[in-house]
């Protein structure tokens, strides 16, 4: 990679997490391209209410010869200064580590956040061969906002306690402390205007000041030094005497949990242990339940329903990580409604849950069969029984938002609440109202997994049974597009007559779930279809581009993106079920797992892109199919995660 070029160095970026949904993130160079980039984000009630405190650590190196600025900054027509020059190596594994070389020196700089804590530290190791006399000034540029808002100076006001060593830094939102070994003087400057270019192209407000409270300063002379800044949300007292031992004790310690997770499986698969290691960092500790959550996607997703039970098979189970699956299990089905769980917890501790989803409910199902399937645990399933039957007994009975059986067996439903969500004010940009495809499909795979449980339990499950049985009858009249041997999109509910014809992805479940209910012959023309007209080498669209509506290239304003995002925006997630829908119908013929893995050949590449070890939310349609959206997703890693085990390692 080219260092120099800051177009080059500012298309791929890193990210590391601290267990809580707190993160530190920012561009290879270090030039922070979006509001949510940022040293330290600090979840403040945990995994959400995430603030961006340290916006970034500008290093400037003096010596007899000059000085060197190592920060990247973009402000108006102009990029100041210009330390990607110096940068001679960036890499990301186990922890982000940067290389520079400025004036006959080497400043190595190494990034963690402490797991379980909101704190970053940023350590430095400096290699001075000709012994020159030298300074090393760092200069932290702070702020207190959240993650999805932008600050003026003349928004907010701070104040600091400065010590010898360390600064608080106070304002009317709470307050956090910057500690080093090194010397700390306080010189209050603002920074005007930073520029984050991404936000400039999503059609977002971009420019914002960010506050330098005074900086660390190093005498360098030795041939060889260290040193270290902490940034920190919590108590002071954790780090009154911490030196340059305890640092490279925590880093140690974050380092191997890191190696533990990426050998967990005891292979020498480099995929297998990227991906292992990038589907921990979704696991987080939700405060208001105590328990575990794992959060949609980073940089700004907190934990959703849906998101959450597609994920958990790949994150936890196949992982081997089944307290977590439990603890993740009971935290939304002890927030389950009238049948529903919740869409999404809320930002604000004080509103309730959201419920407005279909699905999220029979996903939970789905998760708690597939925990089964792996573990065996009866005594927790009959601990969720009773969510699990609520939730059968509301879909068959009827809740809110329109969701109820018919008479036919068959779950119809308001509009947006499928995955296919999106809206743009009062226009609902894929409203599939009625009765939806996968819904079905996952209405029957919830009914089979309802009854296995139940009979495990020694329950009586003939009434699920027998219910299951018209579903699947109904199923096969109904959804079948005879003409072009594959399943309508959705069809209309009571008192309408339509089919949706369009060729989307969300048949593929009726192939992929656990229990399906179609002859081979219709699973084989699904399969075939999507390979033909939706799968990319990095998941399938959303729409065909043969329709009218499709679009190519997700780009422009809200409404624009919006309006691309289930039309023919390509999901990584989807090629899990794609994968699992294609080992079932071409099990027998040969070479049929060699051509699944090839197929994920496109995903491991882009790995190394992008957000560096982990996979974004979506990608564009049409080719080269860029990356957009999110840049590390919970269900883009699990899904990928689950099929890579499941389908092709096997």
Same mark, same amino acid.
């Given at each position: 990679?080219?260092?120099?070029? =800051?177009?080059?160095?500012?298309?791929?970026?890193?990210?590391?997490?601290?267990?809580?949904?707190?993160?530190?993130?920012?561009?290879?160079?270090?030039?922070?391209?979006?509001?949510?980039?940022?040293?330290? *984000?600090?979840?403040?009630?945990?995994?959400?209410?995430?603030?961006?405190?340290?916006?970034?650590?500008?290093?400037?190196?003096?010596?007899?010869?000059?000085?060197?600025?190592?920060?990247?900054?973009?402000?108006?027509?102009?990029?100041?200064?210009?330390?990607?020059?110096?940068?001679?190596?960036?890499?990301?594994?186990?922890?982000?580590?940067?290389?520079?070389?400025?004036?006959?020196?080497?400043?190595?700089?190494?990034?963690?956040?402490? @797991?379980?804590?909101?704190?970053?530290?940023?350590?430095?190791?400096?290699?001075?061969?000709?012994?020159?006399?030298?300074?090393?000034?760092?200069?932290?540029?702070? @702020?207190?906002?959240?993650?999805?808002?932008?600050?003026?100076?003349?928004?907010?006001?701070?104040?600091?306690?400065?010590?010898?060593?360390?600064?608080?830094?106070?304002?009317?939102?709470?307050?956090?402390?910057?500690?080093? $070994?090194?010397?700390?003087?306080?010189?209050?400057?603002?920074? #005007?205007?930073?520029?984050?270019?991404?936000?400039?192209?999503?059609?977002?407000?971009?420019?914002?000041?960010?506050?330098?409270?005074? #900086?660390?300063?190093?005498?360098?002379?030795?041939?060889?030094?260290?040193?270290? *800044?902490?940034?920190?949300?919590?108590?002071?007292?954790?780090?009154?005497?911490?030196?340059?031992?305890?640092? $490279?004790?925590?880093?140690?310690?974050?380092?191997?949990?890191?190696?533990?997770?990426?050998?967990?499986?005891?292979?020498?698969?480099?995929?297998?242990?990227?991906?292992?290691?990038?589907?921990?960092?979704?696991?987080?500790?939700?405060?208001?339940?105590?328990?575990?959550?794992?959060?949609?996607?980073?940089?700004?997703?907190?934990?959703?329903?849906? $998101?959450?039970?597609?994920?958990?098979?790949?994150?936890?189970?196949?992982?081997?990580?089944?307290?977590?699956?439990?603890? %993740?299990?009971?935290?939304?089905?002890?927030?389950?409604?009238?049948?529903?769980?919740?869409?999404?917890?809320?930002?604000?501790?004080?509103?309730?849950?959201?419920?407005?989803?279909?699905?999220?409910?029979?996903?939970?199902?789905?998760?708690?069969?597939?925990?089964?399937?792996?573990?065996?645990?009866?005594?927790?399933?009959?601990?969720?029984?009773?969510?699990?039957?609520?939730?059968?007994?509301? #879909?068959?009975?009827?809740?809110? =938002?329109?969701?109820?059986?018919? @008479?036919?067996?068959?779950?119809?439903?308001?509009?947006?609440?499928?995955?296919?969500?999106?809206? %743009?004010?009062?226009?609902?940009?894929?409203?599939?109202?009625?009765?939806?495809?996968?819904?079905?499909?996952?209405?029957?795979?919830?009914?089979?997994?309802?009854?296995?449980?139940?009979?495990?339990?020694?329950?009586?499950?003939?009434?699920?049974?027998?219910?299951?049985?018209?579903?699947?009858?109904?199923?096969?009249?109904?959804?079948?597009?005879?003409?072009?041997?594959?399943? =309508?999109?959705?069809?209309?509910?009571?008192?309408?007559?339509?089919? $949706?014809?369009?060729?989307?992805?969300?048949?593929?479940?009726?192939?992929?779930?656990?229990?399906?209910?179609?002859?081979?012959?219709?699973?084989?023309?699904?399969?075939?279809?999507?390979?033909?007209?939706?799968?990319?080498?990095?998941?399938?669209?959303?729409?065909?581009?043969?329709?009218?509506?499709?679009?190519?290239?997700?780009?422009?304003?809200?409404?624009?993106?919006?309006?691309?995002?289930?039309?023919?925006?390509?999901?990584?997630?989807?090629?899990?079920?794609?994968?699992?829908? #294609?080992?079932?119908?071409?099990?027998?013929?040969?070479?049929?797992?060699?051509?699944?893995?090839?197929?994920?050949?496109?995903?491991?590449?882009?790995?190394?892109?992008?957000?560096?070890?982990?996979?974004?939310?979506?990608?564009?349609?049409?080719?080269?199919?860029?990356?957009?959206?999110?840049?590390?997703?919970?269900?883009? %890693?699990?899904?990928?995660?689950?099929?890579?085990?499941?389908?092709?390692?096997?």
């Amino acid at each position: 990679m080219i260092f120099s070029d =800051y177009h080059e160095g500012t298309s791929k970026e890193w990210l590391i997490t601290n267990g809580l949904g707190g993160y530190a993130s920012s561009t290879v160079i270090g030039t922070n391209t979006r509001k949510y980039h940022g040293l330290l *984000v600090a979840s403040m009630n945990p995994p959400v209410e995430r603030m961006v405190l340290l916006s970034s650590l500008d290093e400037e190196l003096y010596t007899e010869d000059g000085t060197y600025k190592l920060a990247v900054h973009k402000y108006p027509g102009t990029v100041y200064p210009n330390g990607n020059e110096y940068l001679i190596k960036f890499i990301t594994e186990p922890l982000p580590e940067f290389l520079y070389r400025a004036g006959g020196l080497i400043i190595k700089k190494y990034i963690v956040m402490v @797991n379980g804590e909101n704190t970053t530290i940023v350590k430095y190791d400096i290699e001075n061969p000709e012994k020159k006399k030298a300074f090393l000034k760092i200069l932290p540029l702070i @702020n207190s906002r959240s993650i999805h808002h932008l600050t003026k100076a003349s928004d907010i006001a701070f104040s600091q306690q400065a010590g010898e060593n360390k600064t608080t830094i106070n304002n009317s939102h709470l307050q956090f402390s910057l500690i080093s $070994d090194t010397r700390y003087q306080a010189d209050e400057h603002w920074y #005007y205007d930073l520029e984050y270019e991404i936000e400039l192209s999503r059609g977002y407000p971009y420019q914002e000041d960010n506050f330098n409270p005074g #900086y660390f300063e190093l005498e360098i002379s030795d041939e060889c030094c260290s040193c270290f *800044v902490v940034a920190s949300a919590e108590s002071t007292e954790n780090w009154k005497k911490t030196d340059i031992q305890t640092i $490279d004790e925590l880093i140690k310690r974050e380092e191997k949990r890191i190696q533990d997770i990426a050998t967990s499986s005891c292979e020498n698969d480099s995929f297998l242990q990227k991906l292992l290691v990038a589907g921990d960092s979704f696991i987080v500790n939700r405060k208001s339940t105590g328990a575990r959550s794992i959060i949609a996607g980073y940089h700004w997703f907190a934990d959703w329903g849906r $998101d959450t039970m597609i994920s958990l098979p790949g994150l936890t189970l196949v992982t081997g990580r089944f307290d977590d699956a439990r603890s %993740v299990l009971s935290t939304f089905g002890s927030s389950c409604r009238r049948g529903l769980i919740p869409n999404l917890f809320p930002e604000n501790p004080a509103d309730s849950p959201v419920y407005n989803t279909v699905d999220a409910s029979l996903w939970f199902v789905h998760a708690t069969g597939k925990y089964l399937d792996y573990t065996g645990d009866l005594a927790f399933i009959e601990k969720m029984w009773p969510t699990i039957i609520e939730i059968v007994d509301n #879909y068959r009975n009827g809740t809110d =938002y329109g969701i109820m059986m018919d @008479n036919d067996g068959l779950i119809e439903h308001s509009g947006q609440l499928t995955w296919m969500d999106a809206k %743009v004010g009062t226009w609902e940009v894929t409203p599939r109202r009625g009765k939806a495809c996968e819904i079905n499909t996952l209405w029957y795979n919830a009914l089979i997994y309802t009854a296995k449980m139940g009979e495990k339990l020694g329950k009586d499950v003939s009434g699920l049974k027998k219910i299951a049985e018209i579903t699947a009858k109904s199923f096969k009249e109904k959804f079948h597009n005879t003409e072009k041997n594959c399943l =309508y999109d959705c069809i209309s509910g009571q008192g309408e007559d339509w089919n $949706d014809s369009s060729i989307r992805p969300n048949q593929i479940f009726a192939v992929s779930l656990s229990h399906t209910m179609l002859p081979h012959e219709i699973e084989k023309g699904i399969v075939d279809i999507i390979s033909e007209e939706l799968l990319t080498p990095y998941g399938l669209r959303t729409l065909s581009p043969a329709d009218s509506r499709y679009t190519g290239y997700y780009r422009g304003n809200t409404k624009e993106r919006d309006a691309a995002y289930h039309n023919g925006t390509v999901w990584p997630w989807l090629l899990g079920p794609y994968i699992t829908a #294609y080992s079932k119908v071409y099990r027998d013929n040969t070479g049929t797992k060699d051509k699944l893995r090839d197929l994920l050949k496109g995903i491991e590449g882009h790995l190394d892109n992008a957000c560096i070890g982990s996979i974004s939310e979506i990608f564009d349609g049409d080719n080269p199919h860029e990356p957009d959206g999110c840049v590390s997703q919970a269900w883009s %890693v699990a899904e990928i995660l689950r099929c890579y085990v499941e389908d092709i390692k096997k």
